[in-house]
């Protein structure tokens, strides 16, 4: 009802405006002269058009408006003309119009629509909403249509509200696995003996004619690749090996031990040529830097130091880790060091300041091993909880490989994107490095007179071709693997499902 006589209200307002018109006189020497039919046109299709050509084109829900009001040509201005008053009354309906320079009338929506209009939209986006939505000057509303309508500016942004509101509440579907790329099984083709303790560490040389183990035996042996012969022993150390890499750059073998010791070996004279002194205690791993003669080495001591390889001089000693530092791996990108450590922590070190870049602390237990992979700027970690795959060079996190509950004491990748781990228990499970996919586990007998708690794979490295894999375990021995030539996708097929990746931080 009161829409009714607010819209009755407008309507008589204009036809009353028509009126006066209609019956307005022009002053002729201070006496009123009624004006002639033709002028009486022209006066009306003037203040038509100025004044109410705005609304004239805007269209009417009343479906006798055309009959009441017949339509005309548009005037120069693009507006349409209608007659004047011809004996019948004329209504023109105000649906609502945007305000410009000529309507000379500013209404503001009303409180009721204001407030529903900023409940709708969240708080953050109101004011950027209505920046896009409303037209310079506001929006010129009909009395009453706050209840029945809203102009179309409002109208979008109410909708786009409900829009965000309802995709904000609808649950998000979680990421799935993509399909994995389809790698052949490993199979156990080869067991090398010789040692007489656990086989702690084990490195290819760069010409894949030879690799070298180093062993709790307290000896550091060199093997023929192809045959698995046994060509040269090295003692000198006086504890475990633990830790063995052979040189890039020059003829040159370095090891490290339990016994604090760090060695640099002429393969030339197969002598020690160079000791680095000052770890206190045990150290655990060592890796040169790919293009510099630079030698890191980490410790039971919770240190990692950074080696001139010619001078001996301890060029950093990088501190901040508050337990025994597992394993250093070097690369000639930024971060050119990384760090995993027994305080279940993972650093990424400055090389030049000595400092550290990143801690990443997402792990719950001890980090005992750190892969780089080969072609892509990631690495992978791993512990007793998972092994989580990362992003250089901040250390973003990728996803998480869950699946080898056992602790990881060793991660080696190819450049095919096969990751294999190696566990305490004697398991070796290999991986899809881009989908985390575990396509095979493994798990080889141990050597005869062995007992089975001396199951465990403390290393493992891909030869230069990566064609063969060899594994430094707790039965003494080195087990060597190389691909099934007889598998295809069709014996050994993918038993993959879209898993809901789990990209948990923790």
């Known amino acids: 009802m009161v829409e009714e006589v607010q819209k009755h209200s407008v309507h008589t307002l204009v036809f009353r405006s028509l009126k006066r018109t209609h019956d307005m006189f022009v002053a002729d020497n201070g006496k009123p002269v009624p004006l002639d039919e033709e002028s009486h046109k022209r006066k009306m299709a003037i203040k038509l058009r100025n004044e109410y050509g705005p609304v004239l084109h805007m269209p009417t829900s009343k479906e006798n408006f055309k009959e009441k009001c017949p339509q005309n040509a548009s ?26 320079a000529d309507t000379k009338i500013q209404r503001m929506p009303s409180e009721s629509a204001a407030q529903s209009l900023a409940v709708a939209l969240p ?55 993509p399909k994995p790329q389809w790698h052949p099984p490993w199979k156990l083709y080869r067991v090398i003996s010789g040692h007489l303790g656990w086989v702690r560490c084990i490195a290819v040389e760069p010409g894949n004619q030879w690799f070298v183990t180093g062993s709790a035996d307290r000896t550091i042996k060199i093997w023929d690749l192809a045959s698995g ?13 633990r830790g063995v890499i052979v040189s890039t750059r020059s003829p040159y073998l370095f090891s490290c031990g339990e016994d604090k010791q760090v060695k640099c070996w002429d393969l030339e004279y197969n002598k ?69 450590s027994h305080d279940t922590t993972i650093r990424l070190w400055d090389l030049v300041a000595g400092k550290t870049r990143v801690t990443l602390t997402n792990h719950k237990k001890s980090v005992r091993a750190v892969v780089l992979h080969p072609r892509h ?32 004491n060793t991660l080696t990748v190819n450049s095919d994107g096969v990751l294999v781990s190696g566990a305490d228990n004697g ?12 396509f095979q586990r493994v798990h080889a007998a141990v050597q005869p007179g062995s007992l089975d708690s001396e199951s465990g794979i403390f290393a493992c490295a891909f030869d230069q071709s990566e064609s063969r ?38």
Request: with cysteine; net charge positive.
């Open 75 to 100: 005037d120069s201005y693009g507006h349409k003309q209608y007659p004047a008053n011809q004996g019948q009354e004329v209504e023109y309906l105000v649906t609502g119009v945007a305000l410009t």
């Open 229 to 241: 012969k046994l060509k040269l022993s090295l003692t000198g150390h006086i504890s475990t090996v």
């Open 272 to 340: 020690v040529i160079r000791h680095y002194h000052g770890h206190l205690s045990a150290v655990y791993g060592l890796d040169l830097h790919p293009t510099i003669d630079v030698l890191v080495t980490c410790s039971r001591d919770s240190t990692a130091r950074i080696w001139d390889v010619r001078t001996k001089a301890s060029v950093h000693t990088l501190s901040g880790h508050t337990n025994a530092v597992a394993t250093v791996r070097c690369q000639a990108a930024e971060p050119q060091i990384i760090t995993g």
């Open 469 to 506: 894999l060899l594994t430094a375990e707790a039965d003494k021995t080195i087990k060597v693997y190389k691909e099934d030539d007889t598998a295809t996708e069709e014996t050994h097929p993918v038993s993959w499902k879209p898993e809901i990746i789990k990209r948990k931080r923790f």
């Open 427 to 438: 398991t070796m499970h290999l991986w899809d490095w881009r989908t985390g996919y575990n």
């Open 123 to 177: 708080s953050s986006q109101t004011r950027v909403d209505a920046n896009r939505s409303a037209p310079s000057g506001g929006e010129y509303r009909h009395p009453g249509a706050s209840d029945r309508s809203q102009p179309a500016g409002m109208t979008s942004a109410v909708m786009e509200a409900g829009n965000a509101k309802n995709s904000a509440l609808m649950a998000k579907k979680a990421p799935t696995m």
């Open 377 to 408: 700027y990631t690495f992978a970690s791993g512990s007793p909880d998972n092994i989580k795959q990362w992003k250089f060079p901040d250390g973003s996190f990728i996803q998480n490989l869950s699946g080898h509950n056992a602790i990881i």
